[in-house]
């Protein structure tokens, strides 16, 4: 062994090069056998975790006491995501069977891992009908927007969530493990014997067959996030009183599709496409059309003549899409033409929707806002107020998180803004790790950040609006829920308080351009409750002192959603 190892050495020491390519390439392998492992290692534990929430630590078991707890200064650089309905573009649109984009297109693996391991669900009836087994061909897609895969864990209501989060009107599973999204059904209808293969991911359950969909109209929450192409469903209304002013252009259309009409009304450049049987109506809304009051869809359910599938409405009800024309009737902003006498804020919890809430108010009163802080991502996206000094005077109003007495007597009157901090405190956590419209990593829900997160936080979003509540002057209280609900109403109320005499019309043009840039597309949205136990409890217990606080100064309680759980 020594006489062979003497050799060994004597190769080496003669030829110099060879002995660093050896070591070079041990060392490549050495690090190659590494990462392999490491990743493999990764993979296995988030597979592991199908209860995400049982491993996570108890935290706060009790309530602190809240008199002196002010976090406001120490965080000044934190902005808020806003919920509001998102415009998806084109590359999200497969066109055929051939273009179907995979789930793990979408993220990566870790987007995918992600989505693993759901603990609440929905009530399937509540999200969606099941409407039957219908024929699918690999040629002619039976429904031909996005799809994905997973051989996994496929299920039918991580199927269903997908296809609604992108406004789709069906969900069809097929072999087990595949997910089909599509505006209409575009096959025939088949013996419920045909579709007999359970999901892969959820054992009892039928997803579709060999070349069978099981197929489910959705139920969405949000009518408005409904889509056909590029358009954007508005509903079922009733003929305008005078037709022609409240929409100046029609034109008789014998083979009347969604298509047909959506397309003309954007070539005419107005926003909203009105189908009326075999007649489409073009124009924007207004007091004479204002798109308020919805009626029965079964009102407008009349076949298109030119499309099986689709209703078309009637010369009475009016089947209504929003096209991708732009409503700049209230697109142009500047500053105060005179500095304001007064210092109005816009008072959130960080992740409360603030910068929604901006942008709603600078289309609703053609006036920039200003800010406590600067965020230069806020700047740049269009908010030219975050420049100026919060005292400058040019603003309309001043958004800030403070929560201090001495900063919350600077102002001379306030819209508090007060949303769930179930979804607040996941909005900015997103925030704090992803950025205004991106996503905390996976690691971070499931590391020590999350719960810490809870822990410090959670007192603050009571803190917050007790504080408000107690020292600010002329307090307008407005749920972030109820301005998603009636936008119009909310918004209203919201500009009344501003001193700012805003046109009707305005306000309409504002809720056909309510979205603005700033949702996160929900496309890593969490699958399973990140709250604990312990945390619900004590989360609880601040929604009830909120609610007595606004109670106590006849102001209208917490909205019934609040609570758990």
């Not at 009892?204 to 949000?222: E, P």
């Amino acid at each position: 062994m020594a006489k062979l190892w003497f050799k060994f050495q004597r190769y080496f020491r003669r030829k110099p090069v060879r002995f660093f390519t050896f070591l070079v390439l041990y060392l490549t392998a050495g690090s190659l056998v590494f990462l392999h492992s490491g990743f493999v290692g990764q993979l296995a534990v988030s597979q592991n975790q199908a209860n995400p929430a049982a491993g996570a630590p108890a935290e706060v078991a009790e309530l602190p006491f809240l008199g002196d707890l002010h976090l406001g200064r120490g965080f000044r650089d934190m902005g808020e995501a806003t919920s509001i309905a998102r415009r998806y573009g084109p590359w999200f649109k497969g066109k055929d069977g051939n273009e179907r984009t995979k789930l793990g297109d979408y993220g990566g693996g870790a987007w995918s891992r992600a989505l693993k391991g759901r603990v609440v669900r929905e009530k399937e009836e509540e999200r969606a009908k099941y409407i039957g087994c219908y024929l699918d061909d690999t040629q002619s897609r039976a429904l031909r927007g996005v799809s994905f895969f997973d051989y996994k864990k496929m299920t039918i209501f991580r199927c269903q969530d997908n296809c609604a989060e992108r406004g789709y009107l069906y969900a069809g599973l097929e072999f087990g493990a595949e997910c089909y999204c599509g505006h209409k059904i575009q096959a025939a209808n088949v013996s419920e014997a045909e579709c007999d293969m359970e999901c892969k991911g959820e054992r009892g359950s039928v997803c579709g067959g060999a070349n069978r969909l099981s197929v489910y109209r959705l139920q969405l929450a949000q009518e408005s996030a409904r889509r056909y192409g590029s358009a954007v469903f508005r509903g079922c209304f009733r003929k305008p009183n005078n037709l022609s002013l409240a929409l100046p252009v029609t034109a008789a259309m014998p083979n009347m599709s969604v298509d047909k009409c959506v397309d003309l009304c954007t070539e005419k450049e107005y926003p909203l496409a009105a189908l009326a049987g075999t007649a489409c109506h073009c124009g924007f809304p207004t007091t004479r059309f204002p798109l308020h009051e919805r009626e029965d869809e079964q009102l407008c359910a009349q076949k298109c003549s030119a499309e099986e599938f689709e209703s078309c409405g009637t010369p009475t009800y009016f089947i209504v899409y929003q096209t991708q024309v732009q409503d700049n009737r209230c697109m142009d902003r500047r500053f105060l033409p005179a500095k304001s006498k007064q210092l109005i804020a816009l008072a959130s919890f960080p992740g409360a929707g603030n910068t929604w809430a901006r942008h709603l108010i600078e289309l609703a009163t053609g006036f920039y806002t200003g800010s406590y802080y600067f965020d230069g991502s806020l700047y740049n996206k269009g908010f030219k107020g975050e420049r100026d000094h919060w005292r400058s005077g040019r603003t309309i109003c001043i958004k800030t998180h403070e929560s201090g007495q001495k900063e919350i007597e600077a102002f001379d009157a306030a819209i508090l803004l007060i949303r769930n901090p179930y979804k607040a405190l996941m909005a900015e956590f997103n925030r704090k790790y992803g950025g205004h419209i991106g996503f905390a990593a996976h690691a971070h829900w499931k590391g020590k950040e999350w719960p810490e997160f809870v822990r410090n936080y959670a007192p603050w979003w009571a803190t917050h609006t007790l504080d408000w509540l107690k020292f600010g002057k002329k307090v307008l209280v407005v749920h972030f829920e109820d301005l998603k609900q009636d936008l119009f109403v909310q918004l209203g109320r919201m500009v009344g308080l501003l001193g700012v005499a805003v046109r009707e019309d305005r306000l309409l043009c504002v809720e056909s351009q309510k979205d603005g840039n700033f949702k996160r597309s929900g496309l890593r949205k969490l699958e399973y409750d990140p709250y604990t136990a312990d945390m619900q409890k004590t989360i609880s217990a601040y929604i009830k002192m909120v609610d007595a606080a606004l109670k106590g100064r006849n102001l209208t309680g917490v909205p019934d959603d609040y609570y758990p759980r």
